[in-house]
Structures are given as structure tokens and as C-alpha cells.
């Protein structure tokens, strides 16, 4: 069906309201949950950690958040978006500033730094839990279902933005070694978690709950919009689970958070060990950066266009299919390779297909979940399949202490991937229930 005039013009209006801030608070957030990867280029010595210590450091934070997040999203949609999500960045802001006193902190309260980098990491986690799924689903508050997957990856490019510009501005952080008495990781962790304390009071008075509350909208563009998401809502209540309890422990819920589980599982299992499989190139910190972002500027132009194709032909299943099979592929072939370059071609080819399943898969638990299900499913999926974000950085760092090299290790992230890939062909998708009312009336 044609895109009306009200539609185009209400679409356009809350598309450039949120997008562009939301991209810039979850950069952000995704630089300070990640930067402790460059950091440990320098870290390691002074706080005196092993590879396995540091995967577990790294890896931690995300049982933390797995603990919070689905109370974190209740909280969400019973206080409203811009309380807790500034709630969410101010804490995490200050937690993240903290990781630079981490030596300080260690012997001020007689820990070792092993156990004062899990514990600040694991603070870091209950922080920062409920963030990324609360927009996801802030996102169904604002966005008719057939915008979904385009909208979902204009946001997430944030993430192999942030790496992409992150890569660099962290390294050049590092050559700061010694400027004012710290060293250049501290100045990594400090520059890199002030934005989030600004944003934090920038987001209590810019963003708006929902679209009844819209007084940026006229009354027409109001009255559309309200509509049009309350009978969307209506029509998945048909198939969502009967309550935020039964959500929780629904197969469908389960399956996507395996799926999810797999996506992660790459995504941060390279993600934290990048810099470490490049400077292992014997190439400078600062070409380490440089080269480090390769992987995720091809991946946030792979997120924005798969994401917009599959909204273009309203298919879910092959789209996500297809980008899992690259992510395998791609993340295994370099466990086998060694040189460098063909090393970098087959990482940045596994790039591209984890980072074009993102803004398609959550299409999937939006269409089948509603109102308050919607809030603890969606939270369910991201902190179940989010333990990934444990497993993958220590399991690699856990196998390349044993065996020297990353190769089992990537291999055992790529196999998450084609595993999620066969549980999103016997999973399936209804596309009826991204349509329209009127265009399912019609079908």
C-alpha cells in the first residue's frame, strides 16, 4: 500500500527526533563497554592480569547485566524512557571513569587488581543492564512494525561506528602514557566516560515517553501515530504470551535468545580480542587502531543496507540466514589463516554478516510480543542471548592460554553462529504480523 502523506510525514518527523541522538548515546555506551579491549594493549602490566584473567574481566560484565536487565526493562516502562535510560548512562558514566583508578581503588581497599577489575566490571554491568534492550523497546513505542528493521539498524550502527572511530581515537588515548602522571589507559577510560555523563542530563529533558506525550507533533501526526501502533499492539496480543511471567519461559523467547546467544558470541568474542589478533600482526598501537576499524566500517554499511532490503521485501528468514552463513564463514576461515592480510579480508567478511543480523533479527521477538511482554521478552532475549558476551571473550582468551593462538577459539564462536543460523530456518517468520491492519485485512 502507498504511503500516505500523514504517515510519510509523521515517520520522518520521529525518525530524525530519536535516531540521530539515540546513535550518538549508544556509540557512547557501546565505547565505554568495550575500550577495556584496547586498554588491555598497556593494562595488563600494571594491574597484573593474565589472558584468561582479563577474557573473565571482560566477560563478566555481561552476567551482571543478564542478573538486571529484565527488572531494569519493568522499571523502564513504569518510570518512562528518559528517567531511566538517563538513570542507566549518568551510573554507568561514572563506573566506567572509575576502571582508570582501578590500581588506586585496589589497594585502597586491599583487593588485588584481578578482583578489582572483575568487580568494577561486574558494577559496569548492573549499570549499564536495561539500556539496549529499554530502546529497543522505546522503539516499538514510536515505529509501525514495517519500519522495524531499517530503524533498528540506523541505531545499532552505532556499534561498528563506535569501534570503526573508537578504534583510532582509543590508540591515539593510549600514546598519552605519562601526560599529567597517568598512564595512557587511564586517560582512555576517563576521556571516553565523560560524554556519557553529559548525555545522561541531555537525555532527562529530550526524549519523550510516548507518542500521546508529543507536543512536537501536531495533533493529526498524534492521532495517526497512536493509532496505528495501538492496532498493531492489538493484533500481536493474539499471539504473545498471556503474561511478563509466561514471556519469560516462552519456546519462542528461548529460541531467539539462542539465536541472539550466537550473534554475540561473535560479536564480542572478536570484539574484545581484536586489537590484541592485530598488534599480534607486529604493527604499531596506532596502526592497530587503524587497522582494527576495517572489520566495522564494512559492517556498519552492512547493517544499514541488509536491514533496509529486508524491509524493502518484508523477509525476514533468508536475510537473517544469509548473514549468519557469512558470519561463520568468515569468522572460522580466519582461524586457519595466518597471513595477515587474508586474515583481515575473511574477519571483515564474518563482520559484515554479524553486524547484518542485528536490525533483522529483532524484527522477530517485536512481532510476537506486546505491551508489557514486550518489555520483559525483548529484555529476556538480550540478557540470555548477552551471556554470549561472557563466554566468547573468555572462552578465547581461556583456549589461547592453553593452546598459544586464537584458532579454536574463533572456530567455537563461528559454530554459535551456524548453529543460530539452523535455528532461524526451523524457527520461520509470519510476515502478516509486520503488515499493516489494513494491508493483512487485505492479504
Same mark, same amino acid.
Given at each position: 500500500?502507498?504511503?500516505?502523506?500523514?504517515?510519510?510525514?509523521?515517520?520522518?518527523?520521529?525518525?530524525?527526533?530519536?535516531?540521530?541522538? /539515540?546513535?550518538?548515546?549508544?556509540?557512547?555506551?557501546?565505547?565505554?563497554?568495550?575500550?577495556?579491549?584496547?586498554?588491555? =594493549?598497556?593494562?595488563?602490566?600494571?594491574?597484573?592480569?593474565?589472558?584468561?584473567?582479563?577474557?573473565?574481566?571482560?566477560?563478566?560484565?555481561? &552476567?551482571?547485566?543478564?542478573?538486571?536487565?529484565?527488572?531494569?526493562?519493568?522499571? $523502564?516502562?513504569?518510570?518512562?524512557?528518559?528517567?531511566?535510560?538517563?538513570?542507566?548512562?549518568?551510573?554507568?558514566?561514572?563506573?566506567?571513569?572509575?576502571?582508570?583508578? $582501578?590500581?588506586?581503588?585496589?589497594?585502597?581497599?586491599?583487593?588485588? @587488581?584481578?578482583?578489582?577489575?572483575?568487580?568494577?566490571?561486574?558494577?559496569?554491568?548492573?549499570?549499564?543492564?536495561?539500556?539496549?534492550? @529499554?530502546?529497543?523497546?522505546?522503539?516499538?513505542?514510536?515505529? *509501525?512494525?514495517?519500519?522495524?528493521?531499517?530503524?533498528?539498524?540506523?541505531?545499532?550502527?552505532?556499534?561498528?561506528?563506535?569501534?570503526?572511530?573508537?578504534?583510532?581515537?582509543?590508540?591515539? !588515548? =593510549?600514546? !598519552?602514557?605519562?601526560?599529567?602522571?597517568?598512564?595512557?589507559?587511564?586517560?582512555?577510560?576517563?576521556?571516553?566516560?565523560?560524554?556519557?555523563?553529559?548525555?545522561?542530563?541531555?537525555?532527562?529533558?529530550? /526524549?519523550?515517553?510516548?507518542?500521546?506525550?508529543?507536543?512536537? &507533533?501536531?495533533?493529526?501526526?498524534?492521532?495517526?501515530?497512536?493509532?496505528? &501502533?495501538?492496532?498493531?499492539?492489538?493484533?500481536?496480543?493474539?499471539?504473545?504470551?498471556?503474561?511478563?511471567?509466561?514471556?519469560?519461559?516462552?519456546?519462542? +523467547?528461548?529460541?531467539?535468545? =539462542?539465536?541472539?546467544?550466537?550473534?554475540?558470541?561473535?560479536?564480542?568474542?572478536?570484539?574484545?580480542? /581484536?586489537?590484541?589478533?592485530?598488534?599480534?600482526?607486529? +604493527?604499531?598501537? %596506532?596502526?592497530?587502531?587503524?587497522?582494527?576499524?576495517?572489520?566495522?566500517?564494512?559492517?556498519?554499511? @552492512?547493517?544499514?543496507?541488509?536491514?533496509?532490503?529486508?524491509?524493502?521485501?518484508?523477509?525476514?528468514?533468508?536475510?537473517?540466514?544469509? #548473514?549468519?552463513?557469512?558470519?561463520?564463514?568468515?569468522?572460522?576461515?580466519?582461524?586457519?589463516?595466518?597471513?595477515? /592480510?587474508?586474515?583481515?579480508?575473511?574477519?571483515?567478511?564474518?563482520?559484515?554478516?554479524?553486524?547484518?543480523?542485528?536490525?533483522?533479527?529483532?524484527?522477530? *521477538?517485536?512481532?510476537?510480543?506486546?505491551?508489557?511482554?514486550? %518489555? %520483559?521478552?525483548?529484555?529476556?532475549?538480550?540478557?540470555?542471548?548477552?551471556?554470549?558476551?561472557?563466554?566468547? *571473550?573468555?572462552?578465547?582468551?581461556?583456549?589461547?592460554?592453553?593452546?598459544?593462538?586464537?584458532?579454536?577459539?574463533?572456530?567455537?564462536? %563461528?559454530?554459535?553462529?551456524?548453529?543460530?543460523?539452523?535455528?532461524?530456518? #526451523?524457527?520461520?517468520?509470519? *510476515?502478516?504480523?509486520?503488515?499493516?491492519?489494513?494491508?493483512?485485512?487485505?492479504?
Amino acid at each position: 500500500m502507498a504511503m500516505t502523506d500523514i504517515e510519510q510525514r509523521t515517520a520522518t518527523q520521529v525518525v530524525w527526533r530519536f535516531i540521530p541522538f /539515540l546513535i550518538v548515546c549508544y556509540f557512547v555506551a557501546y565505547l565505554d563497554r568495550v575500550n577495556v579491549g584496547f586498554a588491555k =594493549l598497556t593494562m595488563d602490566a600494571d594491574i597484573g592480569i593474565t589472558d584468561t584473567m582479563f577474557g573473565f574481566g571482560a566477560g563478566v560484565f555481561f &552476567l551482571a547485566y543478564f542478573v538486571f536487565e529484565v527488572p531494569s526493562n519493568l522499571l $523502564l516502562d513504569r518510570f518512562g524512557a528518559r528517567r531511566w535510560i538517563a538513570r542507566i548512562m549518568f551510573s554507568w558514566g561514572l563506573i566506567s571513569g572509575a576502571m582508570a583508578f $582501578l590500581p588506586e581503588i585496589a589497594k585502597a581497599t586491599g583487593l588485588s @587488581g584481578q578482583y578489582t577489575f572483575y568487580a568494577l566490571r561486574i558494577l559496569l554491568g548492573f549499570a549499564e543492564a536495561g539500556f539496549f534492550p @529499554g530502546i529497543i523497546f522505546f522503539l516499538t513505542l514510536w515505529f *509501525p512494525a514495517t519500519y522495524r528493521a531499517r530503524i533498528v539498524g540506523y541505531f545499532m550502527a552505532a556499534i561498528p561506528l563506535s569501534s570503526a572511530l573508537g578504534s583510532p581515537v582509543s590508540a591515539a !588515548l =593510549l600514546g !598519552l602514557d605519562g601526560v599529567g602522571g597517568f598512564a595512557g589507559w587511564k586517560w582512555l577510560f576517563i576521556v571516553e566516560a565523560i560524554p556519557s555523563l553529559i548525555l545522561a542530563v541531555v537525555t532527562y529533558f529530550y /526524549l519523550t515517553d510516548r507518542p500521546a506525550d508529543a507536543t512536537w &507533533l501536531d495533533d493529526e501526526q498524534r492521532s495517526w501515530l497512536t493509532q496505528r &501502533l495501538a492496532s498493531e499492539d492489538k493484533a500481536r496480543a493474539a499471539v504473545s504470551p498471556a503474561s511478563v511471567l509466561k514471556s519469560l519461559y516462552d519456546g519462542r +523467547v528461548l529460541a531467539l535468545s =539462542l539465536v541472539y546467544f550466537g550473534v554475540v558470541a561473535c560479536l564480542y568474542g572478536v570484539g574484545f580480542w /581484536l586489537p590484541t589478533i592485530v598488534k599480534d600482526f607486529g +604493527v604499531s598501537i %596506532a596502526m592497530t587502531g587503524w587497522i582494527a576499524a576495517i572489520p566495522y566500517i564494512v559492517g556498519f554499511f @552492512g547493517m544499514i543496507w541488509w536491514g533496509m532490503r529486508s524491509d524493502a521485501r518484508m523477509e525476514r528468514t533468508g536475510h537473517l540466514a544469509i #548473514a549468519f552463513a557469512l558470519a561463520a564463514i568468515g569468522v572460522g576461515a580466519s582461524a586457519f589463516i595466518g597471513d595477515p /592480510l587474508l586474515k583481515m579480508i575473511a574477519l571483515t567478511v564474518g563482520a559484515f554478516g554479524v553486524f547484518a543480523v542485528f536490525p533483522i533479527f529483532w524484527t522477530l *521477538p517485536t512481532a510476537i510480543l506486546s505491551g508489557a511482554t514486550a %518489555a %520483559a521478552g525483548i529484555a529476556a532475549i538480550n540478557s540470555l542471548g548477552n551471556l554470549a558476551g561472557y563466554f566468547g *571473550p573468555f572462552a578465547i582468551g581461556w583456549i589461547k592460554d592453553a593452546t598459544g593462538n586464537f584458532a579454536w577459539g574463533l572456530t567455537a564462536i %563461528a559454530a554459535c553462529a551456524a548453529i543460530a543460523m539452523i535455528i532461524v530456518l #526451523a524457527f520461520g517468520h509470519d *510476515p502478516a504480523l509486520e503488515r499493516a491492519p489494513d494491508e493483512a485485512r487485505g492479504s
